[in-house]
């Protein structure tokens, strides 16, 4: 069964979820797969919660909430929504190993510290064995990488960051870690009746757009 684990630096949370992902790989083996969830939302037409007032310093209270509820260090980066496009690259560029998963999360996440410039990420960079960053960040097979593992997070459903993907099965978000995990015990878990009821289940009026 491939899991996979869909993210992008600009979701806090992501980092949430990122001790329980690494706890997951000892269990299964686990794709990180870094994706532009700018680019997952204007195909799906639809706007982040940092980009809705009011839902924007909610998300925030909830996120600083949550981390020291379970002490995780979490220092937000300078602005927020930012372009992550260069800490996306930086990730392939380093070959997309989960040492350059967690070296950049905690650039961005646990240090507080811009991701938006190759000399904002340069000592990120150096320590990931990459000298010249801005070079590195501007081939054609990084930005191809990045672009193919977004189409192709597209055409496996992804609709969000971070997901979790099981096989078929989609995991949304940080909330649904236990889910997934319980998924990994009972593969045949969404099996039931009720859960085929609620996958056909129609939809009683929509909204004008």
């Excluded at 977004?150 to 949304?172: C, D």
């Amino acid at each position: 069964m491939q899991v996979q684990w869909y993210f992008d630096f600009i979701s806090p949370f992501a980092w949430l979820q990122l001790p329980k992902v690494l706890a997951l790989r000892e269990r299964v083996p686990l794709e990180p797969v870094p994706i532009l969830f700018a680019a997952v939302l204007d195909a799906l037409g639809q706007l982040g919660p940092a980009e809705i007032p009011g839902k924007r310093e909610f998300t925030y209270r909830f996120v600083q909430w949550q981390a020291e509820q379970r002490g995780l260090a979490l220092r937000f980066p300078p602005a927020h929504p930012f372009n992550p496009l260069l800490a996306l690259r930086l990730c392939i560029a380093a070959g997309a190993g989960w040492d350059a998963v967690e070296r950049i999360f905690r650039h961005i996440w646990e240090h507080g510290r811009a991701a938006d410039s190759p000399a904002a990420l340069h000592d990120t960079a150096t320590a990931l064995g990459i000298a010249d960053a801005e070079t590195a960040l501007a081939t054609d097979a990084v930005k191809q990488r990045l672009r193919s593992n977004t189409e192709q997070a597209l055409a496996n459903g992804i609709f969000g960051v971070p997901t979790l993907r099981i096989g078929t099965q989609l995991f949304w978000g940080d909330d649904a870690s236990a889910m997934a995990s319980d998924y990994l015990d009972q593969p045949h878990r969404f099996d039931s009746d009720e859960y085929r009821r609620l996958a056909a289940l129609p939809q009683a009026v929509q909204r004008r757009r």
